[in-house]
């Protein structure tokens, strides 16, 4: 790949590169840094841990003037690839650029003004908050020259095209919009043919669907009393080395993580109801070893995680693509992969609708869940009602307002906490025993 030294760059952005070990381009920074650096609009797709973060930062601090508003929004569905995208940001500047200003839900709003106060050269959020600093007057972005939609697919199967579009409406016509995503949705087209250019379309790696099938499919339909020992069952029968656990909503994931840990297995948890910290260190055990992360769909979105072997669907995806982009974590660098999906009696053409978008076929499983019929891990019954699916009361999203009226803003702010609690839509004594040393 070609040295970073041999893009014409401006020596203090190679020399920052340097200083944080960043030499030689990856494919994706290669192919778009050189399209990006001409100003055109590019529509990149690209897995998480392609260095695509790199791939249109390194552009934008070359291109990048100083100037008293900010010049770069960049737009990303979780606090997590938020925080991650600034991480990189800052290794990035040099003594000409002025900061970065990194906002999202679930955190003082006041202290977000303040860093914008101090006039960042790039501004990293999600969409809701970013609307939420905008109509207090705190953020503006008409005078923005660079706009990017990282993990787009994401950030619209999550339902922030209605935010995304307001964003894009409230900028100047001209400017550079680059987006990146695992896949390429009839949505990002259209949003393309609104706020593009004649953008460039860039192809990086193998397409999630030409994974899906390198990967053995399973399912099996239980009653959702029977959900955990199936998923018990399997785990004792298939002995997965290395698996993300796939729940609808927190309450799950809570719920069979208690459940694995009363039975010995090395489980660890990974949600939006967590703090940063406990998810950094979560994620921290679980590649430094952990056997099995239980995590919400958003949640997990975005991270690189080498080694999975299996993909276990808890509760069924909520269409086919969701499927793909789960089971695309596995069977990675030409590697063995499973999935394996619980549904209910009730969900059984959803495995129709998934064997026919991916052209693959699911084999069915007869699994003996006996053993662990006495595990209950649900303690109320509107949590086994719909296989995992949709339970929660379906409300607007109003202003409200938490601890110090005014502190805090979660209204607007669809992140991904909102968004698990509500099930995955924008509206929203143990027995049995487990003997965790079989494996």
Do not use: C, W
């Not at 601090?61 to 737009?75: A, I």
């Not at 207090?136 to 095209?161: Q, S």
């Amino acid at each position: 790949m070609k040295a970073f030294a041999e893009m014409g760059l401006d020596p203090r952005i190679v020399e920052a590169l340097k200083r944080n070990n960043f030499v030689n381009s990856t494919e994706v920074q290669e192919q778009t840094i050189p399209v990006a650096l001409e100003g055109k609009d590019v529509i990149v797709r690209a897995k998480t841990g392609t260095g695509k973060t790199l791939a249109f930062l390194v552009p934008i601090r070359q291109r990048s003037k100083p100037g008293s508003q900010p010049e770069t929004l960049v737009l990303a569905p979780t606090r997590e690839l938020a925080l991650q995208i600034a991480e990189v940001a800052k290794k990035t500047a040099t003594d000409h650029h002025r900061g970065v200003a990194v906002v999202y839900g679930g955190a003082s709003i006041n202290v977000q003004v303040q860093e914008l106060h101090r006039n960042p050269d790039i501004v990293i959020g999600t969409p809701g908050r970013v609307i939420d600093l905008i109509e207090r007057g705190a953020l503006n972005i008409e005078r923005i020259k660079f706009l990017v939609l990282d993990e787009a697919d994401t950030m619209l199967d999550m339902g922030f095209i209605e935010d995304v579009e307001f964003i894009l409406s409230r900028t100047p016509k001209e400017k550079q919009v680059m987006i990146f995503s695992a896949t390429i949705p009839d949505k990002i087209v259209r949003i393309a043919h609104r706020h593009m250019y004649e953008p460039v379309f860039i192809k990086v790696g193998e397409d999630d669907q030409l994974v899906v099938t390198k990967i053995k499919h399973f399912y099996s339909a239980v009653d959702n009393r029977m959900k955990f020992a199936t998923l018990m069952a399997y785990i004792r029968d298939y002995r997965p080395k290395k698996a993300i656990i796939f729940a609808k909503t927190q309450y799950a994931a809570d719920a069979i993580f208690e459940g694995m840990k009363s039975q010995g297995l090395d489980a660890i948890l990974m949600h939006g109801g967590l703090t940063q910290s406990k998810r950094e260190h979560s994620l921290k055990q679980f590649k430094a070893g952990g056997r099995f992360l239980i995590a919400t769909n958003v949640a997990a979105r975005g991270l690189d995680i080498a080694g999975i072997s299996d993909i276990i669907n808890f509760d069924v995806p909520d269409d086919p693509h969701t499927y793909v982009h789960r089971v695309g974590r596995s069977a990675r660098m030409n590697a063995d992969g499973r999935s394996f999906t619980i549904v209910n009696n009730e969900q059984r053409n959803i495995v129709g609708d998934i064997e026919e978008m991916t052209n693959i076929k699911m084999e069915r499983l007869s699994l003996d869940g006996s053993q662990f019929r006495g595990i209950i891990i649900f303690k109320s019954n509107r949590f086994n009602r719909g296989g995992g699916q949709h339970f929660e009361r379906r409300q607007r999203f109003g202003r409200e307002r938490g601890p110090g009226h005014g502190n805090y803003s979660h209204g607007r702010d669809r992140d991904h906490a909102e968004h698990e609690r509500r099930g995955g839509r924008r509206f929203p004594s143990n027995r049995g025993g487990f003997n965790s040393n079989r494996h």
